[in-house]
């Protein structure tokens, strides 16, 4: 995302009215981040981002999900206020929903189910369709269709399709635990027209050549030689550990960063990137940022994954938003303004809905969740949200709540007392759902 500095200059000029509507029509029905983040700049500079307080009475939303025309029970709907506040509702047996509590205004519902694709209604040329929320009324929805997520296809053979190639082989070793250390290769690939050069193999030092170890995919929010003493640390205690981090190239596109590591994901369980890594299921970690990335991998991937560890992670993206409009997060300078780029919640509520595992909790698997009180990048709340969906939904979950100063899980020299222990709860976790497969 730009820096806020580039900004004013813009914002001060006179052109911006032109500037802001080519921007939008270049767009399409769909505003590009930089517009979005442009326009959310200008309502803050002119103090129009916030409505303020409202005394009139709110209003109600009522419609149906269906596929292929027949009523589709349990799908969720969502509408977000401007700020991203969600209101919810789930659809019943006939496929009808009826949401209350709305404020005033214009809004574009979205629906997603377990095994759906998201959607909002759309007109003609594809532009979403607004409903209008009057006080008191109860305002009718267009019918929201849902389709079947389907799996992109990935090429074949895999490892020649995306040019596997090695560009390292090394070694590392780390203070915790006490003797850790790990033979690592690095690995380069080609997808979706970018080159993904953030693929890590650990693997415990002075194997036998018969050694098979189950695999622990990691996914990490920022580059993954970064968080090489967390990676050391995991395969030293018998893993095939497979790092991979989001890569420039993708920008905020999580989707894409999705398909990277799910090719990832192929490559190591299909033996392209080590004899070493046993058949069967696997344990994803992911936090922060690489946690939506790993829920949508989850989408395509849930039957070849024992378990999943959220750490730090999104949960709700839409509760996200509103702690963000609200002032109440302390974001990284590299994602100040990754919540305006997604575009105002109440228009554009997809790609928050994509984000949030919270609304098909049933389609997880067993789940850990770590998460500290003192966290102001993605606050605990989305946790305890996402614990009370799981339990709901009947999925197995574990929790790890503490008090620290940590927003992620660190393994160094700035090694904690909690840090430690969520270093043993995610190993005896990992152990215990795949020995259950």
């Known amino acids: 995302m730009r820096p806020r500095r580039l900004f004013p200059p813009l914002l001060r000029s006179p052109v911006l009215p032109a500037a802001l509507l080519m921007l939008f029509l270049a767009a399409g029905c769909a505003p590009s981040p930089e517009a979005n983040v442009l326009g959310y700049l200008l309502a803050e500079r002119l103090g129009t981002l916030s409505p303020g307080a409202t005394t009139a009475p709110p209003g109600s939303m009522a419609g149906v999900v269906q596929h292929g025309g027949a009523p589709l029970a349990g799908a969720t709907v969502v509408v977000a206020e401007r700020n991203g506040t969600p209101h919810t509702a789930v659809s019943d047996a006939a496929g009808r929903y009826r949401i209350d509590g709305i404020p005033p205004g214009q809004y574009v519902p979205a629906a997603v189910a377990p095994g759906y694709e998201e959607t909002v209604p759309r007109g003609w040329f594809g532009i979403p369709q607004l409903v209008t929320i009057t006080s008191t009324g109860v305002s009718a929805a267009p019918p929201l269709e849902l389709e079947p997520h389907i799996a992109q296809p990935l090429p074949e053979p895999l490892a020649a399709g995306v040019a596997l190639s090695v560009t390292a082989v090394y070694s590392a070793a780390t203070n915790f635990p006490p003797g850790a250390q790990a033979d690592i290769t ?252």
């Not at 970018?194 to 050549?209: E, F, H, K, N």
Request: hydrophobic share 45%; proline share 8%.
């Open 186 to 437: 690095a690995f380069q690939f080609t997808y979706n027209g970018a080159t993904v050069d953030s693929l890590r193999l650990y693997l415990p030092r002075g194997l036998p050549p018969d050694a098979r170890l189950p695999l622990l995919l990691m996914v990490y929010p920022t580059t993954a030689d970064n968080w090489w003493p967390v990676s050391v640390g995991f395969a030293s205690q018998g893993y095939a550990l497979v790092a991979l981090s989001p890569i420039a190239a993708r920008g905020v596109d999580i989707d894409g960063h999705a398909q990277d590591a799910r090719v990832a994901f192929h490559l190591a369980q299909s033996g392209s990137l080590s004899p070493h890594i046993a058949p069967g299921k696997a344990v994803a970690l992911g936090g922060s940022f690489s946690s939506p990335i790993l829920h949508r991998l989850l989408r395509d991937e849930r039957d070849r994954i024992a378990g999943w560890v959220t750490v730090g992670g999104i949960s709700n993206a839409f509760a996200g938003a509103a702690d963000y409009y609200a002032g109440l997060l302390e974001m990284p300078p590299a994602y100040e303004y990754a919540v305006p780029a997604l575009g105002p919640p109440n228009l554009y509520p997809l790609a928050l809905l994509r984000y949030s595992p919270v609304y098909t909790a049933a389609s997880l698997p067993p789940t850990m969740i770590i998460h500290t009180a003192a966290d102001r990048i993605a606050r605990i709340e989305q946790a305890y949200q996402l614990e009370t969906a799981l339990r709901a939904a009947g999925v197995p979950v574990e929790v790890f709540y503490y008090q620290d100063v940590s927003h992620y899980l660190q393994i160094g020299d700035d090694l904690t007392e909690a840090g430690a222990e969520m270093f043993y709860r995610i190993l005896d976790f990992a152990r215990r759902v795949q020995a259950a497969e």
